[in-house]
């Protein structure tokens, strides 16, 4: 533990996030979204006629969906122009599948991941990595005794390419096909990089694997595809890490997550947002859970302009469980509009939603949730608890959770609060000695703890040290 | 908009209605006003979640459904004698200017369509006046609907350190005509300083009935306002209770039970805005679903920008006798100042068989174990009703429909 704090200590200032890179291209698309940039990210992908016409299919689907205005309280897309929006940068590496070897990057995109921390935790505590500059992976490496036991970690372009059968099959079909929402279909049309996770059966991948996303250039968008399919009896943990820094004008990062939960299988699904405060970060995440299948999303959004974000589990096979744990923290300017959906389709499946946020300066928070039970599915439970925190007159916090109950076997639970930091506790703990700001702090540091506690140690430390990072010179 | 009923009606029926009620210029051109808004405005704002309708008004045959001119009721009207319990043609005579002041204030007439609609056609109604420091119990009034549709109106003023406590029945007359029936009726409570309502609606329509009802209050300082709402009745009713609570220190409580059965559809909205300092709510809903019924609530606590010092508090529970029933609930928090104190909860689930178990095994058959537990689950509920009568009606509902 002392060799990460003392690497968290050298790099935990803004600067580590806020630096800019040159821009070094090999391609590069026009702005805006046409067939033409479609077509040009397919070929400069030497991509398969199969997914070009899938791409195709879904810039027309995008094109004929309408903008999401009305959703109450939900940021405002007014100033999101997609047309500005360059959708398409692939970084000027030598090696196109990325490279297992940090040296051999070029020094600007090393340096870039060094002061991000990745190499150093990768030594430390996952079994893979892959790191996304711009539109493509540039390094991925996995340890070696998980390749022996056939789990497959690659970037999604790779995947098109070598398991083109899994991806045809799995690829925006059943879970996120490019109908469901407009992002989903612009996702469709232009995505590029992400990764590709298999685990075979009865594997459990010890620890944790992680992708890191990086946007480095100003006005462009980021479209990476997830895919992780989790055998029967199998288990991973997947963290993903995302940052860029700060400019004038606005990035996109609309992602896209399937996630496949087979019989017994258990997937932890861990992020920590923390986009520069241009971004919209408009994502779409699903996990389709088989029987006695466990899917557990963790989610910290601190950065980003905008969040639209509502990881959604649809619990398939008899006896799968979900749980959701997310925290969201908007400060100045921000509307973090995130949440959770749920679908019990099978009997006997339970979710667990747990939801903090925090808001100051003017911030936004929305708690937006849909918890579904199907006629059928008895002997089912859910249990929502949101609990946000306010620090001034300014922000907003808003929560807003919907309930579908079709079957009457079921134990259905939804508790909220919401506060503010209060009094006595900040004088409790100034008569211990704490000025006013560390009492904060340490309320806030306590407030999020069910979260922090499901990360590993270094993320934990990560996620709070952000949060401190957010909260300094703005309390008084 | 698919519910075209408008074009049936026209502007004489609406200056029929309004002349045989001897109305002034201003009202007559407030309905005429709300009766060309319907070419506009939209349905009230109903539940979508990805794929479902929670309540799909657009289906109503309104066309059939409204026929303003023919309209029959039974009513009684009674209260204390310091306390003003008018008939809407009174109230024309004799308070225009409270009316004048008052009507529309809250209730926006041109809000919705059904609102405005309820404007347009409305032909009876009660004003309740309460003078200063006036204290008055027992003003009741009871509506029994006998014709296709109706259209009610109900105003209640409470002046400066008044309170009063009123309750309203409506049901449908043995002589009412046959088929679908339409109910409409809007209530607009002004509570002034320091003052105090309590207001208990108890709905046992038709169940070939539809009703929509919005009931909302303006709270001035110290005011409270308390409502009790019962709904027992109808084939699909959409109903809004509503506090605004606009001055400093007011307080509000909004008790809501419902037993739904068959193909019933109860859509229910339960909201309070803070709108000022000091200020307290408390929300409590229980519901019963049964057969194929389905319940669709949405409670909103909306605490403004300069409400300080808020408490705002939200309960609803559902109880599920039917596997084919369906409960639907959203309460929702709109938090703007945070010097607040809120929370909400929300429950759904089926009655307890251990519970089950440990009764009929003391020799209780299951169907008046069943009952007897239905009848402790509305038990939080009853305790909130503070009206012996209203309380003893609703009981007498609910083992109605038990027994059924």
């Given at each position: ?8 200590k050298?790099?935990d200032?803004e600067a580590r996030?806020?630096?800019k ?9 026009d702005k ?5 940039v ?7 992908k030497?991509?398969p006629e199969w ?8 810039l027309?689907?995008?094109q ?6 009305d959703?109450p309280g939900?940021p405002?897309l ?5 047309e500005e929006?360059?959708p398409y940068?692939?970084?000027d590496?030598d090696?196109?599948?990325g490279?297992?070897?940090w040296t051999e990057l070029?020094?600007?995109?090393k340096?870039?991941?060094d002061?991000l921390?990745i ?5 430390n505590?996952l ?8 539109s ?6 996995m340890?070696?005794q998980?390749?022996e036991?056939?789990v497959?970690?690659?970037?999604m ?7 083109p059968?899994l ?5 925006m ?5 490019p109908?469901?929402n ?7 049309a232009?995505w590029s990089?992400g990764?590709?996770?298999y685990?075979?059966e009865d ?6 694997v992680q992708a ?7 006005g462009?968008?980021?479209f ?10 199998s288990?991973v ?9 700060k ?13 496949f939960?087979?019989e ?11 986009w520069s405060?241009?971004t919209?970060?408009?994502?779409t995440?699903r996990?389709i ?8 999303w963790?989610?910290?959004s601190m950065?980003?302009?905008?969040t ?6 649809i619990l398939?096979?008899?006896?799968a469980t979900?749980?959701?744990i997310?925290i969201?923290?908007?400060?100045e300017g921000?509307?973090?509009d995130?949440?959770a959906?749920v ?9 667990t939603?747990?939801s903090k946020?925090i808001s100051?300066?003017g911030?936004?928070?929305?708690y937006?949730?849909l918890?579904?039970?199907a006629?059928?599915?008895e002997?089912?439970s859910?249990?929502?608890e ?6 001034d007159?300014e922000?907003t ?6 309930m ?7 134990d259905v639970?939804?508790e909220?609060t919401?506060?503010?930091i209060g009094d006595?506790?900040i004088f409790?703990l100034?008569?211990r000695g704490?000025?006013?700001d560390d009492?904060?702090?340490m309320?806030?540091?306590g407030?999020?703890?069910?979260i922090t506690?499901?990360l ?7 996620l ?5 990072l ?6 008084g | 908009m698919?519910?075209q009923?408008h074009a049936n009606?026209?502007e004489?029926?609406?200056r ?7 109305e002034?210029?201003w009202?007559?051109?407030?309905r005429?006003e709300?009766?060309e ?9 109903v539940i ?11 289906e109503?045959?309104f066309?059939?459904l409204?026929?303003?001119l023919?309209?029959?009721e039974?009513k009684d009207?009674v209260g204390?004698d310091d306390v003003?319990?008018?008939p809407?043609g009174?109230?024309v005579a004799e ?6 002041e008052?009507?529309?204030?809250i209730?926006d007439?041109?809000e919705?369509?059904l609102?405005a609609l309820?404007t347009a ?5 009660t004003v309740?006046?309460?003078p200063?420091?006036v ?7 009871r509506?029994?609907m006998n014709s296709?549709s109706?259209?009610?109106?109900t105003l209640?003023?409470t002046?400066?350190?008044?309170s009063?406590t009123?309750l309203?029945r409506?049901s449908t007359g043995s ?7 339409y109910y409409?009726?809007i209530v607009?409570?002004i509570?002034?300083?320091?003052s105090s309502?309590?207001?208990g609606?108890?709905q046992?329509l ?11 209050g303006d ?7 308390d409502?009790?709402e019962g709904?027992?009745g ?7 209770v509503?506090?605004?609570l ?11 039970a ?9 859509d229910?909205d339960?909201?309070?805005w803070?709108?000022?300092e ?9 519901g019963v679903?049964?057969?194929t019924?389905?319940?669709?609530y ?13 408490s ?5 529970n559902?109880l599920m006798?039917?596997?084919e029933?369906?409960a639907d609930?959203?309460p929702?928090?709109?938090i703007?100042?945070h010097d607040?104190e809120?929370?909400?909860s929300?429950t759904v ?11 009929t095994s003391?020799g209780v058959?299951?169907?008046?174990a069943?009952?007897?537990?239905v009848e402790?689950f509305f ?9 012996d009568?209203f309380?003893?009606?609703?009981e007498?509902l609910?083992?109605q429909?038990?027994r059924?």
């Amino acid at each position: 533990m002392s060799s990460d704090q003392d690497h968290l200590k050298e790099t935990d200032t803004e600067a580590r996030f806020e630096f800019k890179k040159e821009e070094r291209s090999a391609v590069k698309s026009d702005k805006g979204l046409t067939e033409e940039v479609v077509r040009l990210i397919s070929e400069d992908k030497d991509e398969p006629e199969w997914m070009l016409e899938r791409r195709l299919r879904a810039l027309k689907q995008y094109q004929a969906m309408p903008m999401p205005t009305d959703w109450p309280g939900q940021p405002d897309l007014t100033e999101l122009d997609i047309e500005e929006i360059v959708p398409y940068i692939r970084p000027d590496v030598d090696k196109r599948e990325g490279v297992d070897d940090w040296t051999e990057l070029p020094e600007e995109i090393k340096d870039t991941f060094d002061k991000l921390g990745i190499p150093e935790a990768e030594k430390n505590a996952l079994s893979g990595v892959g790191a996304q500059y711009e539109s493509e992976v540039v390094y991925q490496n996995m340890q070696e005794q998980w390749e022996e036991k056939g789990v497959v970690f690659m970037n999604m372009d790779r995947a098109v390419q070598e398991h083109p059968e899994l991806v045809k099959e799995y690829f925006m079909t059943t879970c996120v096909p490019p109908s469901d929402n407009k992002f989903a279909a612009l996702h469709g049309a232009v995505w590029s990089g992400g990764s590709f996770v298999y685990v075979p059966e009865d594997v459990t991948v010890e620890m944790p694997v992680q992708a890191y996303f990086r946007m480095n250039s100003e006005g462009m968008g980021q479209f990476e595809h997830t895919l992780i399919v989790a055998e029967e009896g199998s288990e991973v943990h997947y963290i993903e890490g995302c940052s860029a820094p700060k400019y004038g004008t606005h990035n996109l990062h609309s992602g896209c997550v399937e996630v496949f939960v087979e019989e017994d299988a258990h997937v932890q699904y861990s992020t920590v947002q923390n986009w520069s405060k241009n971004t919209f970060n408009l994502n779409t995440k699903r996990a389709i859970v088989e029987s006695n299948g466990k899917m557990e999303w963790v989610s910290g959004s601190m950065g980003s302009k905008a969040t639209m974000l509502y990881p959604c589990t649809i619990l398939k096979g008899r006896g799968a469980t979900d749980t959701h744990i997310t925290i969201a923290f908007a400060g100045e300017g921000q509307n973090i509009d995130t949440g959770a959906k749920v679908y019990h389709n099978a009997p006997d499946t339970s979710s667990t939603i747990e939801s903090k946020s925090i808001s100051k300066d003017g911030g936004r928070t929305n708690y937006r949730g849909l918890v579904h039970i199907a006629d059928g599915a008895e002997g089912s439970s859910t249990a929502v608890e949101c609990d946000a925190l306010m620090f001034d007159n300014e922000s907003t916090s808003d929560t807003m959770p919907y309930m579908e109950i079709e079957e009457s076997k079921v134990d259905v639970a939804h508790e909220a609060t919401v506060g503010k930091i209060g009094d006595e506790d900040i004088f409790y703990l100034q008569s211990r000695g704490l000025d006013d700001d560390d009492a904060k702090k340490m309320i806030v540091a306590g407030f999020i703890e069910p979260i922090t506690e499901e990360l590993p140690i270094e993320y934990a430390v990560e996620l709070n040290r952000l949060i401190e990072l957010e909260m300094e010179g703005s309390l008084g | 908009m698919s519910t075209q009923v408008h074009a049936n009606l026209t502007e004489e029926q609406v200056r029929e209605i309004s002349g045989n009620l001897d109305e002034p210029d201003w009202l007559l051109e407030t309905r005429l006003e709300a009766l060309e808004a319907l070419e506009t405005i939209d349905m009230p704002d109903v539940i979508r979640t990805p794929g479902r309708d929670w309540t799909n008004l657009h289906e109503l045959d309104f066309e059939t459904l409204v026929d303003p001119l023919n309209w029959a009721e039974e009513k009684d009207q009674v209260g204390p004698d310091d306390v003003e319990v008018l008939p809407w043609g009174e109230a024309v005579a004799e308070h225009e200017e409270l009316l004048k002041e008052h009507f529309g204030s809250i209730v926006d007439p041109q809000e919705n369509y059904l609102t405005a609609l309820s404007t347009a056609l409305f032909s009876t109604g009660t004003v309740i006046y309460v003078p200063e420091g006036v204290d008055a119990e027992d003003v009741t009034i009871r509506t029994e609907m006998n014709s296709r549709s109706l259209f009610n109106y109900t105003l209640v003023v409470t002046e400066e350190s008044s309170s009063v406590t009123i309750l309203e029945r409506q049901s449908t007359g043995s002589d009412a005509v046959d088929g679908e029936k339409y109910y409409s009726a809007i209530v607009e409570v002004i509570a002034g300083e320091n003052s105090s309502v309590q207001y208990g609606s108890l709905q046992n329509l038709s169940e070939d009935s539809y009703s929509f009802s919005c009931k909302r209050g303006d709270a001035d300082t110290y005011a409270t306002i308390d409502w009790i709402e019962g709904n027992i009745g109808t084939q699909l009713t959409k109903s809004e209770v509503s506090t605004e609570l606009n001055g400093d220190g007011s307080e509000t409580q909004i008790v809501g039970a419902f037993f739904g059965h068959d193909e019933q559809h109860f859509d229910l909205d339960v909201k309070v805005w803070h709108r000022a300092e000091h200020t307290t709510a408390d929300l409590v809903t229980r519901g019963v679903t049964d057969d194929t019924a389905r319940s669709v609530y949405e409670g909103v606590q909306d605490v403004g920008r300069d409400a300080w010092d808020t408490s705002s508090y939200q309960r609803e529970n559902t109880l599920m006798l039917s596997d084919e029933s369906e409960a639907d609930a959203s309460p929702k928090l709109i938090i703007n100042n945070h010097d607040t104190e809120a929370s909400h909860s929300a429950t759904v689930g089926q009655i307890d068989q251990e519970d089950l178990l440990y009764m009929t095994s003391r020799g209780v058959s299951p169907r008046l174990a069943r009952n007897m537990l239905v009848e402790g689950f509305f038990v939080p509920v009853m305790e909130e009703i503070a009206v012996d009568e209203f309380r003893e009606d609703l009981e007498e509902l609910i083992q109605q429909r038990l027994r059924g």
